[in-house]
């Protein structure tokens, strides 16, 4: 079964520092798609960055950046420079170009701290 | 460009009681989901439509849980009877057309139900 894994329930770090959430998933596809998306206490959840597995390049989105390492099935979000608006529950989440059917982890609940 | 639309934005039933959500996507995207995400769980999808059609309701409770998208534009979901583990944010979800390159997903505010 495919899976998703964010292994850090909560996390917390100082305005302007790099704070890194992880995620790992476990497929036996070779063609699918990651992401992460950010769901405020607003509930409105928008997508922060996307990874096609087949690009070897780590995406970035100014202050989002990815490390993404398809080997170990691991897809790790760095926010660089973090703000108070970056406070929000963050959920990695996995689609395979098969199923086209997203699979989200469990959330990382960031508080960025002034 | 005007989001999803959803509504109520809570609501608040006994169990056993009936319940109805709506949803209203971004327009011209063909592709609609609802996920429940219960509190403190990443969102589950219930159900995936593709134009008018069901293409994924393998998790939805089909014994208490209905849904449609006449048209293919806007959906409804009901509960029908609802039981207490049902209390959770139901999430709607569209994207542009039903190919994971163009698979982003647009989320609606989401419909708090809480069932007493």
């Known amino acids: 079964a495919q899976t998703v894994t964010q292994s850090q329930p909560e996390m917390s770090v100082q305005e302007a520092e790099t704070v890194t959430l992880s995620c790992t998933y476990d497929?036996?596809?070779?063609?699918?798609?990651l992401f992460w998306y950010k769901q405020p206490p607003s509930r409105q959840m928008i997508l922060v960055i996307r990874?096609?597995?087949?690009?070897?390049q780590n995406a970035t989105e100014n202050r989002f950046s990815v490390n993404f390492q398809k080997a170990a099935k691991s897809f790790s979000l760095k926010i660089s420079d973090s703000q108070l608006g970056d406070t929000a529950m963050y959920f990695c989440?996995?689609?395979?170009?098969?199923?086209?059917?997203?699979?989200f982890g469990t959330g990382t609940r960031l508080k960025v701290l002034a | 460009e005007a989001g999803v639309a959803q509504s109520p934005r809570y609501k608040i039933i006994e169990k056993r009681q009936s319940v109805a959500f709506w949803c209203n996507p971004i327009?011209?995207?063909?592709?609609l989901y609802w996920y429940q995400q219960i509190l403190g769980q990443g969102p589950k999808l219930l159900i995936q439509?593709?134009?008018?059609?069901?293409?994924?309701d393998s998790q939805l409770p089909k014994d208490r849980f209905s849904a449609e998208r006449l048209k293919g534009v806007d959906s409804t979901l009901k509960i029908q009877p609802a039981k207490l583990e049902d209390s959770a944010v139901y999430l709607c979800?569209?994207?542009?057309?039903?190919?994971?390159?163009?698979?982003?997903?647009?989320f609606g505010p989401g419909t708090r139900l809480l069932v007493l």
């Open positions: 979800a569209s994207s542009f057309r039903f190919a994971a390159n163009q698979e982003t997903q647009y």
């Open positions: 497929t036996s596809e070779n063609n699918y798609y």
């Open positions: 990874q096609e597995a087949y690009k070897q």
């Open positions: 989440a996995f689609i395979n170009s098969g199923t086209y059917k997203y699979i």
């Open positions: 327009s011209g995207h063909a592709t």
């Open positions: 439509f593709q134009n008018n059609g069901v293409v994924d």
